[in-house]
């Protein structure tokens, strides 16, 4: 079994002309044209082939590179304000327990003054 690769022209437009896979200089399990449509090999798999010019890919890599990035920058954003707001609201309890008891102004006995005498 044997795969034929047409010819290209690389990058710096030099016209590489048609091959057989395998080559004779390489691996016999290579039976397979890969490559891009600007850089041509034989290798061992069948779908490694793809129809784009070898740089398209690098941008479809920077492309996935800035989109991790911005991802990683908005996760980290929200670890770091998820860790303020942790801190604040550990910060800014209050210290004491409530004991459920009314507050009043000491020195002033309420069982002897009357609602009345309190409003004046």
Same mark, same amino acid.
């Given at each position: 079994?044997s795969?034929?690769?047409e010819?290209?022209?690389t990058?710096?437009?030099?016209?590489?002309?048609?091959f057989?896979?395998?080559?004779?200089?390489?691996?016999?399990?290579?039976?397979?044209?890969c490559?891009?449509?600007?850089?041509?090999?034989?290798?061992?798999?069948p779908?490694?082939?793809?129809?784009?010019e070898?740089g398209?890919m690098?941008?479809?890599?920077? /492309?996935?590179?800035? $989109? =991790?990035?911005?991802? *990683?920058?908005?996760?980290?954003?929200?670890?770091v304000? %998820?860790?303020?707001? &942790?801190?604040?609201?550990i910060?800014t309890?209050?210290? /004491?327990?409530?004991? $459920? =008891?009314?507050?009043? *102004?000491?020195?002033?006995?309420?069982?002897s003054?009357? %609602?009345?005498e309190? &409003?004046?």
């Amino acid at each position: 079994m044997s795969a034929d690769c047409e010819g290209y022209y690389t990058k710096a437009d030099v016209l590489v002309e048609g091959f057989t896979c395998p080559k004779a200089d390489s691996d016999a399990t290579a039976l397979f044209c890969c490559g891009f449509s600007d850089l041509k090999y034989c290798c061992d798999d069948p779908n490694s082939f793809f129809p784009y010019e070898y740089g398209y890919m690098w941008w479809l890599s920077l /492309g996935a590179l800035v $989109g =991790l990035s911005v991802a *990683a920058v908005v996760l980290l954003a929200f670890i770091v304000t %998820l860790c303020v707001l &942790c801190y604040l609201f550990i910060t800014t309890k209050p210290r /004491g327990l409530d004991n $459920g =008891l009314p507050l009043r *102004a000491p020195g002033i006995d309420r069982s002897s003054v009357s %609602l009345q005498e309190a &409003c004046r």
